[in-house]
């Protein structure tokens, strides 16, 4: 297996800047599985054929191990790439489809049956070497495309959304085979995914992409506790990140205030670092995970409270998500599913202080401020 760095990788489409890709720098390790994630057109498939050599770069480098990768065809990039698709012949046989590239390098036959063999044992598809995958269903297949490329034995594997065509339930048990799959071979693989789920989940770290630029890239949950700025505060995580308008208010030495445009609320916080003092009477965003509204029992101490009317409330089993208003921002609190709240009442939540984040209003790139 092989590390894969990109210094200053660049793609531009002329007189396009829509899908431009900015001068990229990643470092994918050795054994490393790195998830590429963010939205419809944002950069995350481009790289990654551009990676695999199926699109050409406009500046920069590619490097898979030591090698310099830029000028070589992706046959020679010892590279193993799955599609979405699957890519499957429907002509041919299961056992000839894992086997179809080793054919075209002029393996010999009993290389190719060593290795087609085991890679079905890996993948449960012993008892389907011969049947078409007319005959699969769409995880059968799709293992069957993950079998034709463990059978290559590559320095890297390259995942384009390979799960996006399974019904909810199938992701979930396929994107667990995925992971044991990749402990067990070992391998260095990088997945693309528009799914946060499926990113947090599966990857030893995330890349977040939004319109051509990698906003941030470290392990998920250091991206869920620390998001770089708002876009990723607000794409990673389920049920979203609150974003609620607020003015920020120096109380004296190091408190802080951070009020409701409309004085909705008042959140004392403790700023130990000062950051907040160049923010003195601005206008910000207040970023509040679901999970940390909490509500208000009489016994607790009354403070950095916010009074809320519960618009419509989910119940998910064991949790509860009671939509509501803060002023003209709509928010989302996640409780358990036995905490008695019902859809119009009235209650008070607490903000955990030490989760918010705060951001600059005028740029999504701002990091967080908190």
Known sequence: MARVEL????????????????????????KEFLVMVGPSGCGKTTTLRMIAGLEEITDGKIFIGETLVNDLQPKDRDIAMVFQNYALYPHMNIFDNMAFGLTLRNFAKEEIQKRVENAAKILDLTSYLEKKPKQLSGGQRQRVALGRAIVRDPKVFLMDEPLSNLDAKLRVSMRAEIRKLHKRLDSTTIYVTHDQTEAMTMGDRIAIFNKGRVQQADEPQKVYDHPANKFVAGFIGSPAMNFIKCTVKNAGGNNFEICGINKEFTIKYADKSNKLAAYNDKRMTLGVRPECFEL???????????????????????????????????????????????????????????????????????????
Do not use: M, W
């Open 296 to 370: 208000y029992r009489e016994a607790a101490p009354a403070d950095n409270l916010i009074d809320i009317s519960a618009d419509l409330v989910e119940l998910l089993g064991s949790e509860r998500y009671v939509h509501f208003k803060i002023g003209e921002d709509n928010a989302v609190a996640k409780f358990e599913s036995g905490c008695g709240v019902h859809e119009a009442d009235k209650v008070k939540v607490r903000v955990i202080t030490e989760k918010i984040h705060l951001f600059e209003c005028d740029t999504e790139d701002e990091k967080t401020i908190v």
């Open 7 to 30: 210094q200053q990788v660049t793609k531009k489409y002329e007189g396009n800047t829509e899908y431009t890709i900015f001068p990229t720098d990643l470092n994918i390790k050795d």
